[in-house]
């Protein structure tokens, strides 16, 4: 692993990625009254691109997402941590992942681990719990609650003949990391490759109360290290269409500290994961018809050993192989004043291991889509229908079948006037969504829930964005109002371990909440000044309640794990090529299980960053060195509970940039 981590520091770097408008093009209607600025700066979703995901100097995706308002980030550990997120409410699971414009599923365990999602080669982030229509948002992506969309340097064309890139990092626990990647691009094709790798021994100091006595200890058994591959080739048929195919490797090694419960040190279980991932995809514009359609296989290899496992070997040692296979085709057709748009996707899922009573589930599961949207004078209205059948079985004898159809409709105003300074969007918007318990949580060993039911959520959600100024400063105002009710929430808690949870439903989820997010820049053609000052400012209430029986004594308490309060304020000051930026985050408390009693309280916490970067030109040449310190107050906190989190630690990054 460090030989692999040392060649990786040595391949040289790439250009900052330019901002794309494809899927801003794709997501917005043809509005000739109005200026660029505007339109962009009242979109429905929100946006991180490169220049804030540098300055953030994150650890992964896992931390990015933080930022976004309604997301609510469960993290388990420091670097390589598991790391998921609830949105508004609504779990991890309804969550799609989509890198480049494929899916990132994990049947077996429901969730993507945010903490393996590394931010080195991200030119946008993009969220949305609209209804999209950008041509590269997957028919799986469409129907789940919400989708991260996520674009990376490698997986698309340059205007520039030769680009590269890479860094190299180094941080507190022992931390190193590299990357480099390459890209090649021609009129009619591209390529490139890219590799990464990171390490760490984790070990890091933290302090718990443990009755009135104050305990000092240090993390152990909480290794990392994992490293990956990445290529790309894309082939343009003619002007309006193109191929892509490429393939991606990573392994991963991690160790699995234990609940910080009466803490000792003697916590030794490993887990090691192998992913391969194969995908291929064609795009086609003929008149004003568009279309896609694209393939994926994936195969996860999971292997858990304990070595002091008190059974008759002396140790345990479980293996979980996942394959999955997805074939998909989404076409879009516009008119002047109607658009239309049509999907089938299909997925088959198998997961085989060495535990007998998991059994070997075979899950084939078909969705169908249609999408209309018509556009009038003033408003534009969406119609949008789903439907998904699911056929699963196990050779233990027990079959599923499921059947769900999710409706959704939206209305919102049609930007039209350029006339004065204020613009404003509205958006109101009603759909269900609908995810299915894993592998895991319905066979995973004592802890699968066979009699778990699938989640449904019925979402209605207002959405005001403004901009009320456009002249010397920048001044976006985005706000969002929403009623969520879930039935049958799947929720998971972690017992002995990141391997061993706890699964249940709660019948009947109520949730009500809102976000506001304040972005401000001055001036706003920061291209003519020396200096220029950015700020942006979020906060979100999400008031999530068991509300399915008013006898039982978790009535009307928060859902565990969801913070009441949320929030973050940014500021960064630049002066030519260097900059210094503060990043704040809050987070109320909340509790570890669905009974709201002092002793399930896990408290909140404020979190400060600071980062200081300089970029130096050199022709066609870019570098910029950049230092971190993170938890700068040193605060001892944990996202959940007996999970302690690092305190004050550092990291240091060079980039080089070539095109």
Not at 256 to 262: N, R
Not at 475 to 504: C, E, G, H
Not at 522 to 530: A, G, I, L, M, V
């Amino acid at each position: 692993m460090r030989l692999f981590l040392s060649i990786t520091m040595l391949i040289p770097l790439v250009s900052f990625g330019q901002e794309d408008s494809l899927a801003l093009r794709n997501d917005t209607l043809d509005i000739k009254q109005i200026t660029v600025v505007s339109e962009w700066r009242l979109r429905t979703y929100e946006i991180i691109k490169e220049e804030q995901i540098r300055e953030l100097q994150p650890n992964d995706v896992g931390e990015l997402v933080q930022k976004i308002p309604g997301f609510s980030l469960r993290s388990y550990g420091g670097l390589g941590g598991l790391k998921t997120a609830t949105v508004r409410g609504l779990g991890a699971g309804f969550n799609a992942i989509v890198v480049d414009g494929f899916s990132l599923p994990n049947v077996q365990t429901g969730q993507v681990n945010l903490g393996q999602l590394k931010a080195d080669n991200i030119v946008r982030l993009s969220f949305s719990g609209d209804e999209s229509w950008n041509i590269y948002a997957p028919v799986g992506a469409i129907v789940q609650g919400n989708s991260l969309m996520i674009k990376t340097f490698e997986g698309e064309h340059s205007q520039e003949s030769v680009s590269a890139r890479a860094n190299v990092g180094m941080g507190s626990f022992g931390r190193y990391e590299g990357f480099g990647a390459i890209k090649v691009s021609r009129k009619r094709w591209y390529a490139s490759i890219s590799a990464d790798g990171r390490l760490a021994d984790g070990e890091y100091p933290f302090k718990f109360q443990n009755g009135q006595t104050l305990i000092s200890e240090t993390r152990t058994n909480n290794q990392y290290s994992d490293g990956g591959m990445r290529g790309n080739l894309g082939i343009r048929t003619n002007k309006s269409g193109h191929f892509r195919l490429g393939y991606a490797r990573q392994g991963i090694e991690q160790a699995l500290p234990g609940a910080m419960i009466l803490y000792n040190s003697t916590s030794d279980e490993l887990l090691e994961t192998r992913l391969n991932r194969a995908f291929v995809d064609g795009y086609m514009s003929i008149r004003r018809w568009k279309t896609r359609i694209y393939g994926l296989h994936q195969s996860r290899n999971v292997l858990y050993t304990d070595p002091t496992y008190l059974n008759q070997q002396g140790f345990l040692q479980q293996q979980y192989v996942t394959r999955m296979s997805e074939l998909g085709g989404v076409t879009i057709r516009t008119l002047q004043k109607w658009w239309f748009s049509a999907g089938v996707q299909g997925r088959t899922t198998k997961l085989s291991g060495s535990e007998d009573q998991l059994g070997t589930p075979i899950r084939k599961h078909g969705i169908v889509l249609a999408r209309l949207r018509f556009v009038g004078r003033i408003w534009q209205y969406g119609v949008k229908a789903s439907g998904q059948y699911i056929n699963e079985w196990n050779t233990n004898d027990s079959k599923r079948d499921y059947l769900a159809f999710n409706p959704e409709v939206s209305i919102r105003n049609k930007i039209n006037s350029a006339t004065g300074s204020r613009h404003w969007r509205h958006v109101l918007l009603y759909k269900r969504s609908f995810r299915l318990p894993s592998f895991n949580e319905l066979y995973f060993g004592t802890i699968g829930n066979t009699n778990l039911r699938p989640e449904r959520a019925d979402q209605l959600r207002y959405q005001l964005s403004v901009v009320p100024v456009e002249r010397k400063l920048d001044l976006d105002i985005r706000t969002s109002m929403y009623a969520n009710l879930v039935s049958d929430k799947i929720v998971a808690i972690p017992t002995q371990n990141l391997f061993v949870w706890s699964i249940q439903n709660i019948d009947r989820v109520g949730i009500l909440g809102g976000d506001a997010e304040v972005f401000f820049e001055y001036p706003s053609n920061r291209h003519t000044r020396k200096w220029w000052f950015k700020a942006n400012a979020n906060y979100s209430f999400q008031y999530a309640v068991d509300i399915t029986d008013a006898e039982e004594p978790t009535y009307g308490h928060q859902v565990a794990y969801i913070p009441q309060h949320s929030g973050n304020a940014d500021f960064s000051l630049h002066h030519d090529k260097v900059g210094l930026r503060l990043s704040n985050m809050f987070v109320s408390h909340r509790y570890a299980l669905n009974e709201n009693t002092s002793f399930n309280l896990v408290k909140g916490f404020h979190l400060m960053d600071a980062t200081v970067f300089g970029t130096f030109k050199l022709k066609s040449m870019k570098l910029t060195l950049r230092a971190t310190v993170k938890n700068i107050l040193n605060t001892q906190y944990a996202y959940i509970r007996s999970y302690p989190m690092p305190g004050r630690n550092f990291l240091i990054s060079l980039q080089y940039a070539f095109h």
